[in-house]
């Protein structure tokens, strides 16, 4: 029970706005390069596949050669610059593609059983875990979905099927109580 007396939901649906976005492309193979890339993000970029990294910023694992740099909007620019100038000696490729993207919070105890109702992937903690990542379906719309803590899920989704993917979520947590903050 919440301190009202209502009960709490079993889940929470949020959009995390103030997000921007870069795409990071770059041979891992390249030692010099990837430690580059590590000493201006200040972080690690996750070098197994469908995994990520959590900091001042998330990346996330999209294959061998790319990943997807999530961090606050006002930070976009200087970093992008920053990875640029790091890495201009390598073949890489810095992009921002913060205006196509959405990012959306899912928690609560039944954030796992509203995602699986349209995913096909196995979440249950033991094969999907904090900390991995991967792009697949979530009802119609193509997503990037990260497992942080057991209960929380971040969405990153395109944002012309963020619309759409906000009310199959809200339908298919409606048995749960979900609960929608204020944008």
Excluded at 130 to 146: D, E, F, M, S
Aim: charged letters at 20%; hydrophobic letters at 40%.
């Amino acid at each position: 029970m919440s301190e009202t007396g209502l009960p709490l939901p079993g889940v929470e649906i949020s959009v995390r706005s103030g997000r921007g976005y870069l795409n990071l492309r770059l041979d891992p193979r390249r030692g010099q390069a990837l430690e580059a890339a590590e000493r201006i993000l200040g972080q690690p970029v996750p070098p197994a596949e469908n995994t990520f990294t959590a900091s001042e910023h998330e990346i996330y694992w999209l294959g061998p050669d790319e990943w997807l740099i999530a961090t606050a909007a006002e930070r976009v620019l200087s970093l992008g610059s920053e990875l640029a100038e790091g890495l201009a000696g390598f073949h890489s490729a810095v992009n921002d593609v913060s205006g196509g993207h959405v990012e959306l919070l899912v928690s609560g105890a039944d954030a796992r059983m509203v995602l699986a109702k349209g995913c096909t992937l196995d979440l249950h903690p033991r094969e999907f875990a904090p900390g991995q990542c991967a792009q697949t379906g979530l009802g119609r719309a193509a997503v990037l979905l990260a497992a942080g803590d057991p209960s929380i899920y971040t969405i990153v989704v395109r944002r012309s099927f963020s619309d759409y993917l906000r009310r199959w979520l809200a339908n298919a947590a409606r048995p749960y109580g979900a609960r929608f903050p204020a944008r």
